[in-house]
């Protein structure tokens, strides 16, 4: 029987959690943040939360919501966002409240992360474009990201880039997936789309008919019906 990723002739990537890191993790930072004002959070507590924020970062209802009411109030925005994580981590809504401001202020003053590739991706990216894969990067920012990608040494592998901003549209809708293919030259099925966010990057891949790949280095979602890889040296597999 053909194994159908064989067939792949384009691979395109997320950008933020897939080819960039944050270093720290926003994670560890809350979770210090938390810890100082007595809140000890259960690894159960954890992963619920990191999939909440998943979500909520997937274009969902509630972040197009929270936009438009704190759309000229950007600490507003994280003080609310702060809360609904801390409700994702098991903090009961009243205390939730209370905490946020202080937390959101603690994350402010501590979060400044560095941004940083995943192991083994530039041997990845060089080995692909060596056999002549269609390269992207397709991201749910609102502003193109190229000057980011040159900085981080990374345009030099790619043949386009879409920010869902330029065509206005987010995924997982489907339509910022017919645009990347559009640039791609690829159909569907010839296109494999690589992400780590569930919600936002396969389910939106898949619906839009492309070969979706989970990366999840911390097995966020151990039962996500698609190809999982936690690091990129597993891609090999997949595709070579």
């Excluded at 197009?64 to 903090?91: C, I, M, P, S, Y």
């Excluded at 043949?159 to 645009?179: C, M, N, W, Y």
């Excluded at 492309?210 to 019906?225: G, T």
């Amino acid at each position: 029987m053909t194994n159908p990723k064989k067939n792949i002739k384009a691979v395109l990537f997320d950008l933020d959690g897939t080819l960039r890191l944050n270093q720290p993790s926003s994670r560890d930072v809350f979770t210090e943040c938390v810890r100082g004002m007595g809140i000890e959070p259960s690894q159960e507590d954890h992963v619920r939360a990191e999939r909440w924020e998943h979500f909520y970062f997937a274009h969902s209802l509630d972040i197009r919501e929270d936009g438009k009411k704190f759309k000229d109030d950007r600490k507003g925005f994280w003080v609310n966002f702060t809360r609904r994580r801390l409700v994702a981590l098991g903090v009961h809504q009243p205390k939730a409240a209370e905490l946020a401001p202080h937390v959101s202020n603690c994350m402010e003053a501590n979060y400044k992360p560095q941004a940083q590739l995943p192991e083994g991706l530039h041997i990845l990216l060089k080995t692909l474009q060596e056999k002549e894969y269609v390269l992207g990067v397709v991201s749910n920012r609102e502003d193109p990201f190229h000057d980011e990608l040159e900085e981080l040494g990374l345009k030099v592998y790619f043949h386009f880039t879409l920010a869902g901003g330029e065509v206005q549209s987010f995924k997982p809708d489907f339509r910022i997936f017919e645009r990347a293919l559009e640039l791609a030259g690829t159909s569907a099925n010839e296109t494999m789309y690589i992400g780590d966010n569930y919600y936002a990057d396969i389910v939106g891949s898949h619906r839009a008919g492309l070969v979706p790949v989970l990366f999840d280095p911390n097995l966020l979602f151990p039962d996500a019906e698609c190809d999982v890889i936690r690091s990129f040296d597993e891609l090999h597999r997949l595709l070579l």
